[in-house]
């Protein structure tokens, strides 16, 4: 019996190394990793900068706890406002509690400014926010939320429809949550007018718009945040994921008139911010900069668009593309387990989004000889899986 928790399907590999779009297991085999550990090893594994940085501040001070000042939290704050033109930045854990502070955030915002208490926050349909209890409650996903009842009050769904959003606002409404490419869900990116129908839906009614980019966020989509794509700025932002390459941090950022609503001992993370995680954070942001990511994972995204573009339009198994920059998902007429599964024999690591939707979020540091190998091993699987060769 293993003494873990059986809440995820484990594979029987285990990874001993990493280095940029590779990753090698026990038996030294080499992997082409384009899952980027679901969304989050964006500058590769094991980023030499990071790795100086995290070795450095590890030998320096790990942890002191939000009673004090911590200067890197500062700096990476003022970065992460810089990069979004929000105004203030509130430093946890993980994607799930940055969605916990941004939830907490707009009920309390919506109480000091309208002095009435309006709680209720709007979500999408395929919409996917975290798996706390919160979260998951604002994930309309029956599979998520079975047997954790009684979810949490105050969430209401509504369908990608500008009318039927509208319509679904009340006097309790504070909030419309959304992902501007929902990434659980399978891969959909909301379209740009969609998204400033939403933000005028929100000026209209006074309703602050959070846009999660957990996945999103850093680069993915091939602008260092999707919202930029779409001309929309949102009023809090979640982010995690990417954040730090690997290192678990996730932040909450909004604008400073949102913001205030936290005052002291109203939120808090004893872990969040810490001096050695605010390190990675600042060797990450650095490194997209100073190695020019954002243009590679732009020009990449584009490349891979039109490779797996190619594909499908040469297997009838293959449906359809979706998503942005290196954000991609491929649907398919079938399950897709069996083509994953067949991808990992030969050697290429991808993910799924729901049941029938492929998704592929190499690294933004990955380069078109990756990409080649990636195709070449995707085009193998599905000939075989399409042949029946390949078994679930
Ligand atoms: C992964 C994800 C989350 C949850 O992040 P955790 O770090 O697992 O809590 C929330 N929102 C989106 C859009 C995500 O992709």
Do not use: W
Not at 1 to 27: A, C, K, W
């Amino acid at each position: 019996m293993t003494h873990l928790m059986s809440n995820y399907g484990r594979l029987p590999i285990s990874f001993v190394r990493g280095q940029g779009t590779r990753l090698y297991d026990e038996q030294d085999n080499e992997y082409l990793d384009f899952t980027s550990g679901i969304a989050v090893t964006n500058l590769g594994h094991c980023h030499p900068n990071v790795t100086a940085a995290l070795q450095e501040q590890a030998a320096t001070l790990v942890h002191t706890s939000n009673l004090f000042q911590i200067p890197k939290q500062e700096a990476v704050a003022a970065k992460l406002c810089e990069l979004s033109g929000l105004d203030q930045v509130f430093f946890c854990n993980s994607g799930a509690e940055a969605n916990e502070a941004a939830i907490k955030l707009a009920r309390k915002h919506s109480k000091e400014k309208y002095g009435e208490h309006k709680f209720e926050i709007l979500t999408l349909e395929d919409g996917f926010h975290g798996r706390t209890l919160a979260t998951v409650t604002a994930t309309p996903r029956k599979k998520f939320q079975e047997g954790f009842a009684p979810l949490m009050p105050g969430f209401r769904y509504v369908p990608k429809d500008l009318a039927a959003i509208e319509a679904a606002i009340s006097e309790n409404t504070c909030a419309l949550m959304m992902e501007p490419v929902q990434g659980e869900g399978g891969v959909l990116p909301l379209t740009p007018e969609f998204l400033q129908g939403v933000r005028a839906l929100c000026d209209k009614h006074g309703l602050l718009l959070i846009f999660d980019e957990v996945q999103t966020g850093i680069g993915r989509t091939g602008t260092m945040f999707a919202f930029e794509q779409a001309g929309v700025q949102p009023d809090i932002l979640t982010l995690a994921k990417a954040l730090g390459n690997g290192i678990p941090v996730g932040a909450t950022l909004a604008k400073a008139e949102v913001a205030s609503a936290f005052t002291p001992g109203t939120h808090g993370s004893t872990f969040g911010g810490t001096p050695l995680v605010m390190a990675a954070v600042l060797a990450t942001l650095e490194t997209i900069e100073s190695e020019n990511i954002l243009q590679n994972a732009k020009e990449m995204g584009i490349e891979l668009g039109l490779r797996l573009q190619g594909l499908i339009e040469q297997h009838d198994c293959l449906l359809e593309l979706r998503g942005l920059g290196l954000l991609r998902g491929v649907t398919m007429d079938r399950p897709v387990a069996p083509l994953i599964n067949k991808c990992r024999e030969l050697g290429l690591l991808v993910l799924s989004a729901g049941e029938n939707t492929l998704r592929i979020i190499p690294p933004l540091t990955v380069t078109s000889q990756d990409i080649h190998l990636a195709i070449k091993i995707l085009e193998q699987a599905v000939q075989e899986v399409a042949q029946g060769v390949a078994q679930a």
